[in-house]
């Protein structure tokens, strides 16, 4: 085994181990959790690597490097998320390789979105990014829709040729009444989950929790935790 083989190794059966402590603590199984690695500014031989030791979903939030290092990998069986903040004129780019956008978060996303899965051919699902620090018809500071506005977002995706409700997605925000407050944010996320449910009873994906706060993300019923860094390593600087 190489030297990064055995470092990713050690680093998966690490995260692994939190998820499942996590979800003894909650009372949860850990196989309702799913475990998605970000591999961003990290080269696709770490995503082979992955891929060796049972990764199959993996995440990237740059389209110009999440396309080039997606074709790399196309021999493998991988189910890409897109996590980054989209614009419109990347949509296309973004269907051809992701199973998943995470981060819709406007209508005129979900119409580019829609367009080009129905070029491509393609069912592409979609969670709505929930801001917790932006205001009623605001976007947040790191991108996502007003927790008010995402009735008329699911509307749009679920109505939408080409493209699948799944669920909800945040990042926890570092303004706003719960900065500094990551399982308050995550239980909130997971009340309007509830919430969205009720109408689309197939959106059933909680994505929230990253390296630091994945414990917070399980605890408070994430489906879907989003590690970098606590698998992979310091990201180096770019550019």
Excluded at 13 to 24: E, H, K, L, N, S
Excluded at 98 to 121: M, Y
Aim: aromatic share 2%; proline share 3%.
């Amino acid at each position: 085994m190489s030297d990064r083989k055995a470092e990713l190794s050690r680093n998966l059966t690490a995260v692994r181990d939190r998820i499942a402590a996590a979800c003894a603590a909650a009372g949860r199984d850990p196989r309702e959790v799913t475990l998605i690695v970000v591999t961003k500014t990290y080269p696709a031989d770490d995503v082979r690597i992955l891929h060796s030791l049972g990764v199959r979903e993996v995440a990237e939030n740059r389209d110009q490097d999440a396309a080039p290092k997606a074709a790399a990998c196309a021999d493998l069986s991988l189910n890409w998320h897109f996590v980054g903040q989209l614009q419109t004129n990347k949509a296309r780019s973004v269907v051809g390789y992701a199973g998943e956008v995470q981060s819709v978060d406007r209508l005129r996303l979900v119409a580019a979105l829609s367009a080009a899965a129905v070029r491509a051919g393609r069912e592409v699902g979609c969670l709505l990014q929930v801001a917790l620090d932006a205001e009623s018809g605001e976007r947040g500071e790191r991108g996502g829709v007003a927790p008010d506005g995402v009735g008329e977002l699911a509307a749009a995706v679920a109505g939408a040729e080409g493209l699948r409700l799944d669920g909800l997605m945040t990042v926890a925000p570092l303004a706003g009444p719960y900065a500094g407050r990551q399982r308050a944010a995550f239980e909130r996320l997971v009340e309007i989950s509830s919430r969205l449910r009720a109408d689309h009873p197939a959106a059933t994906m909680v994505s929230a929790g990253m390296s630091a706060d994945l414990e917070e993300a399980v605890q408070a019923g994430a489906t879907h935790v989003r590690v970098g860094t606590a698998v992979l390593g310091v990201r180096p600087r770019l550019g």
